[in-house]
């Protein structure tokens, strides 16, 4: 696993965690602006997911790591992302695989799951980094949930 720094979000819970993961998967983005990048081609992705909240669980945790690794990872690795027609589909923009949609698919995944949990922790940021230099942050919008 790859150490890095990540972009830090400023808050007022008492509990953040992070949790890593990589993800070996393909893609393709059907556009014609993507260039070669819309041809079939893998990467390894690393993720970082940041969740926060104030109480803890029966367990003591705000959310289980494995279950966060469960949800993301194994669904993804491995896999061809745009045959994930849940996330991705061809005729959307907003809906094809590029890092940024990836991180907000990721978003919405896990704090879909985060709603389900008594503790009700929250995700604050996902970052995905696609090559070794390019990368996105999705943040939910202020006042948006
Ligand atoms: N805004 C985005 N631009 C691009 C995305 C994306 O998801 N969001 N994706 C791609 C390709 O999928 C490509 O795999 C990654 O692009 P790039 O950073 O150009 O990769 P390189 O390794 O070739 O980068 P260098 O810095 O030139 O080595 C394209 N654009
Ligand atoms: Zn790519």
Not at 66 to 82: R, V
Request: glycine fraction near 4%; include cysteine.
């Amino acid at each position: 696993m790859i150490h890095q720094l990540y972009p830090q979000v400023f808050h007022n819970y008492r509990y953040e965690l992070n949790k890593d993961m990589h993800i070996a998967a393909a893609h393709f983005i059907p556009h014609e602006k993507a260039g070669k990048c819309a041809n079939m081609h893998g990467h390894i992705y690393t993720v970082n997911i940041t969740v926060a909240g104030d109480e803890l669980d029966d367990a003591g945790f705000l959310v289980n790591f494995q279950e966060l690794k469960k949800l993301i990872h194994g669904k993804l690795d491995h896999s061809l992302m745009n045959e994930h027609q849940d996330w991705f589909n061809d005729k959307n923009s907003n809906d094809f695989p590029t890092s940024e949609v990836i991180a907000r698919k990721i978003y919405e995944t896990v704090q879909a799951y985060l709603d389900t949990l008594p503790n009700k922790p929250t995700c604050l940021q996902v970052f995905v980094r696609e090559t070794p230099t390019s990368y996105v942050v999705y943040r939910p919008k202020a006042g948006e949930r």
